[in-house]
């Protein structure tokens, strides 16, 4: 039993390294998608390329779905699949994929606070130090960070608000769906509103431009990579690692994900300044103090039994 608990933990953290780079990869695979389409079509592609991969694993598994349950695998699916796809796709018209990266470090922040407000988890003035000092350092980045790392204002709060969604789709996830395959479940939940995000691309300028622009193949190419590794492995991954584990330790992938992020926006000539790295800094700190098991934070799997 004990070498069995070993061969998970290594697992588990086989899987936390492995989502670390793929979603730190995810912020710049974004940014290329946007060279010939716009934050709306991005969206639109990367959740209909991912409802149509799971499509033939959703028929083949179809009687193993409680239907009844179908509007928590919709909210389940708009909170991590649907609506921060479009914020992120959107907002990175304006914000560089690092201040992209180093915003989703939130995620776990806002983990933590709906935890506490909604699934009785409870603090103390450490975790509520943490909290605010990772704000702190978000708000450093955005306000007095150099132009090239920054960018809106307005646009970086559409990052900060995918995060909120994040941790709620989190928190839906630990407590309604422990027990059911992760694949399965991230088939049904792109499948119950995915197919909707067709009619945009038919209806808009999605043909002209894979006809009339030259940069359209670069962009769907990223776009496909995007979906399949960040949204269908990478969400897979992430359930996977909320089942096993728990929330907070599940969200802290964003410890690693902006190393990840930084790094390519560097090689892609991205410029970060002391005020973004401080600004991370004081997020992964904050980070660390409302995860610290000392400070009485009970693991959310003990809190929901």
């Known amino acids: 039993m004990k070498r069995l608990r070993k061969i998970l933990k290594w697992n588990d953290w086989v899987a936390f390294f492995a989502l670390s780079i793929i979603w730190g990869s995810s912020f710049i695979l974004i940014k290329k998608s946007l060279i010939a389409f716009n934050g709306y079509e991005v969206a639109n592609l990367r959740i209909l390329i991912t409802t149509i991969f799971f499509l033939p694993y959703f028929i083949f598994n ?5 239907f009844k349950q179908w509007y928590k695998f919709l909210l389940v699916g708009l909170a991590g699949g649907g609506i921060p796809t479009f914020l992120f796709a959107i907002a990175q018209t304006k914000v560089s994929s690092s201040l992209a990266g ?13 935890a506490v407000l909604f699934f009785t988890v409870k603090v103390n003035l450490k975790n509520i130090s943490g909290v605010i000092i990772s704000f702190l350092g978000a708000g450093l980045m955005i306000i007095l960070g150099n132009p090239d790392f920054t960018g809106s204002i307005t646009y970086s709060l559409l990052i900060i608000i995918a995060t909120v969604f994040y941790a709620i789709n989190i928190n839906l996830v630990k407590k309604y769906f422990s027990d059911m395959n992760a694949v399965l479940l991230t088939a049904v939940s792109f499948i119950s509103f995915g197919f909707i995000s067709l009619i945009p691309l038919i209806r808009g300028n999605f043909i ?3 006809i009339s622009d030259d940069r359209a193949w670069l962009s769907l190419s990223a776009v496909i990579v995007l979906s399949l590794l960040s949204t269908v492995l990478g969400t897979i991954l992430f359930f996977k690692l909320v089942q096993k584990s728990n929330a907070i330790f599940a969200s802290s992938v964003s410890f690693m994900a902006p190393v990840i992020s930084f790094l390519l926006g560097l ?6 300044d002391v005020v973004g790295i401080l600004g991370l800094i004081l997020i992964l700190v904050g980070i660390y103090l409302t995860r610290n098991r000392k400070n009485n934070i009970k693991n959310l799997s003990d809190e929901q039994k």
């Open 102 to 114: 180093a915003l989703n470090t939130l995620t776990p922040i806002f983990t933590l606070i709906i």
């Open 208 to 210: 002209d431009i894979m």
């Open 267 to 272: 090689l892609d000539g991205e410029k970060i």
């Open 62 to 66: 179809i009687k193993k779905i409680d």
